[in-house]
């Protein structure tokens, strides 16, 4: 209780930085996918569509991550994230706990409030609340894919973060990757990286038989990446647990960013 007295605003921030993303996702997908809009007439071909919502997508991420609130909680926004962060030493026990729940409803008011506004377009077969299910290829390969995706996610992310040159490029490239994914990986997984965001469309689309895939596989593959930068760089090449960390918003985390300025000069 003591962190939540003292952190309390970056909870709110990870609660509210979820929730929006997941507004943004519900809104793209019922303007890209319902068999009513405009897009599913002008752009018959998937591909093309999700090439948009990609793109939608990966700026809406680096948005998140660069807006003075991202700054402030370290834009993680996803439980996957905080953990692999905690098992790296970063983030205090009792910030993860909070974090995870945070996230945790955020993603789910979030869901509810798209719903609220888009009303039963959302819930559309063709969108369902842009639930992440696996694709025809089956279950083993959503989970192959989604412990890839999360691995290569946060590989770069802790190699370009821990950069002096490429640190200040880690939003830009984590909203490629998110871009990139949703257009070719997404058919496969239905491209979640993140449990709280998984969970909060699986409540309402009643889409419960597959969650445990998207429950598991995104802190494996990002644990797997964490495991494998430490064993090669070493714990203590882990600065900070921001994905962009400015001078100016205070940092709860075991912070050593200054050294990374100080290399950078």
């Known amino acids: 209780m003591d962190t939540l007295r003292s ?18 996702a519900a809104a793209f997908g019922v303007l890209l996918f319902h068999p009513g809009a405009a897009a599913v007439r002008a752009l018959p071909d998937p591909l093309s569509r999700r090439v948009l919502m990609g793109l939608a997508m990966g700026a809406t991420a680096v948005a998140l991550i660069r807006s003075p609130w991202g700054a402030r909680s370290g834009a993680h926004f996803n439980p996957a994230t905080t953990l692999t962060f905690w098992r790296l ?3 205090a026990a009792p910030d993860a706990l909070w974090y995870g729940a945070a996230q945790a409803v955020g993603g789910l008011l979030g869901i509810l ?3 609220a506004m888009l009303g039963p377009a959302l819930a559309d077969p063709a969108v369902d609340y842009v639930a992440t299910v696996p694709g025809p290829v089956g279950r083993a390969a959503a ?18 973060s821990n950069h ?25 997984s239905g491209m979640s990286m993140n449990p709280a965001r998984s969970l909060a469309s699986a409540l309402p689309a ?3 038989r597959e969650l445990w895939i998207y429950v598991l596989a995104p802190p494996l593959g990002m644990l797997l990446a964490a495991e494998a930068y430490a064993r090669r760089r070493g714990m203590t090449a882990v600065l900070c647990a921001k994905l962009h960390h400015d001078t100016i918003q205070p940092c709860i985390f075991r912070c050593r960013y200054h050294e990374l300025r100080a290399r950078a000069r």
Do not use: C, N
């Open 7 to 24: 952190h309390w605003p970056e909870y709110l921030i990870e609660a509210a930085g979820l929730g929006l993303f997941m507004i943004s």
């Open 113 to 115: 409030a798209a719903a």
């Open 143 to 160: 989970f192959s894919a989604e412990v890839a995706i999360t691995f290569v996610l946060m590989t770069v992310v802790l190699h370009a």
């Open 164 to 188: 002096p040159r490429l640190a200040d490029l880690t939003p830009f490239l984590v909203g490629a990757l998110v871009a990139a994914y949703i257009a070719l990986e997404s058919p496969i």
């Open 206 to 208: 009643g889409q419960w």
């Open 89 to 91: 030493g970063k983030v």
